[in-house]
């Protein structure tokens, strides 16, 4: 599964910023992904000139290492579907799909890749769902919706439409919707999916984007979604271990292989007791370094 530390979400009607957003994936060190938007990055007037747009630029542009994704509109919009038969000729490398509040939601993007995949002569299966919880019944569906279809990849948390659905008042600590990303960072890892956190609006605010982010990172997130290339270098830094973490976790692994050889699985090492999860968890963090090299 690709690294997505960094999200970026860029109007599908744009191509002056679409441009930028692809240099940024050929640049070094690139962004993970570059998400152009159908959604609410596009006026309701300029969806038939995204869809034009979006296609040409997946097609032409340099992308670099950055994944090329495409947001479509939500299942209840009446758009989704003219959205993916104008994008998914272009060969988007994944789908993401807003306000899911069921598994047919899925399933739907889901055959309709498929049945491109047919016709292109694809590898099958090649184009990767993320689906973004928005409201509170996906929230309470979550268990459904991270089983609905081998194509999905990762759950991503809408905060701001979650917010409205609840009638919670967005703040800056978050604690509002403290549970439901909670919830999908559970969800994401009972199903092996990457669960990708909330966009932080305040573009001015780079020290509260950070703390957010680290936060993020702390509470098992893998990445983040943004909305300005100022918030990438930011984000991917706080989903990217550190070079101290990174010592100490090949000390972990080094010293649990040294004493398996004399048949203990528990030791200690500066005082403190160290277990299997404990040599499990410093294996996924260099795992996560090596990930943030390629």
């Known amino acids: 599964m690709r690294t997505r530390r960094a999200?970026?979400?860029?109007?599908?009607?744009?191509q002056r910023k679409i441009q930028k957003a692809a240099s940024l994936g050929a640049g070094s060190p690139g962004i993970d992904c570059v998400c152009l938007d159908l959604e609410d990055g596009v006026a309701w007037q300029r969806k038939e000139a995204a869809r034009r747009v979006i296609p040409e630029a997946l097609s032409s542009l340099d992308f670099g290492v950055a994944e090329k994704l495409?947001?479509?509109?939500?299942?209840?919009?009446?758009?989704?579907?003219?959205?993916l038969l104008a994008i998914l000729p272009a060969h988007p490398q994944s789908i993401v799909i807003p306000k899911?509040?069921?598994?047919?939601?899925?399933?739907?993007?889901?055959?309709?890749?498929?049945?491109?995949?047919?016709?292109?002569?694809?590898?099958?299966?090649?184009?990767?769902?993320?689906?973004?919880?928005?409201?509170?019944?996906?929230?309470?569906?979550?268990?459904?919706?991270?089983?609905?279809?081998?194509?999905?990849?990762?759950?991503?948390?809408?905060?701001?439409?979650?917010a409205d659905d609840l009638g919670a008042i967005r703040s800056r600590e978050g604690w509002e919707v403290f549970y439901a990303r909670s919830a999908l960072v559970l969800h994401a890892a009972a199903y092996n999916l990457q669960a990708i956190?909330?966009?932080?609006?305040?573009?001015?605010?780079?020290?509260?984007?950070?703390?957010e982010a680290d936060t993020a990172a702390q509470l098992g997130f893998s990445g983040k979604q943004v909305i300005h290339p100022?918030?990438?270098?930011?984000?991917?830094?706080?989903?990217?271990?550190g070079e101290d973490e990174i010592?100490?976790?090949?000390?972990?692994?080094?010293?649990?292989?040294?004493?398996?050889?004399?048949?203990?699985?528990?030791?200690?090492m500066d005082g403190k007791m160290v277990e299997i999860p404990m040599v499990q968890a410093a294996r996924r963090l260099l795992a996560r370094a090596d990930e943030g090299k390629s």
């Open 100 to 162: 899911v509040e069921s598994p047919e939601n899925i399933l739907k993007v889901s055959q309709a890749a498929a049945a491109a995949e047919a016709r292109y002569a694809w590898p099958a299966g090649e184009i990767g769902i993320i689906a973004i919880i928005e409201s509170a019944r996906a929230v309470i569906d979550l268990a459904q919706i991270a089983d609905a279809d081998p194509r999905l990849q990762a759950l991503a948390l809408g905060a701001e439409d979650l």
């Open 70 to 83: 495409v947001r479509v509109n939500a299942a209840t919009s009446g758009l989704q579907e003219e959205d």
């Open 247 to 268: 010592t100490n976790a090949r000390r972990i692994v080094q010293a649990f292989e040294e004493n398996a050889l004399a048949g203990r699985s528990v030791f200690t």
């Open 197 to 211: 956190d909330m966009v932080y609006v305040d573009l001015h605010d780079p020290a509260g984007l950070e703390k």
């Open 230 to 241: 100022d918030q990438v270098g930011p984000v991917q830094r706080a989903f990217t271990p």
């Open 7 to 14: 999200l970026l979400y860029v109007p599908g009607d744009d």
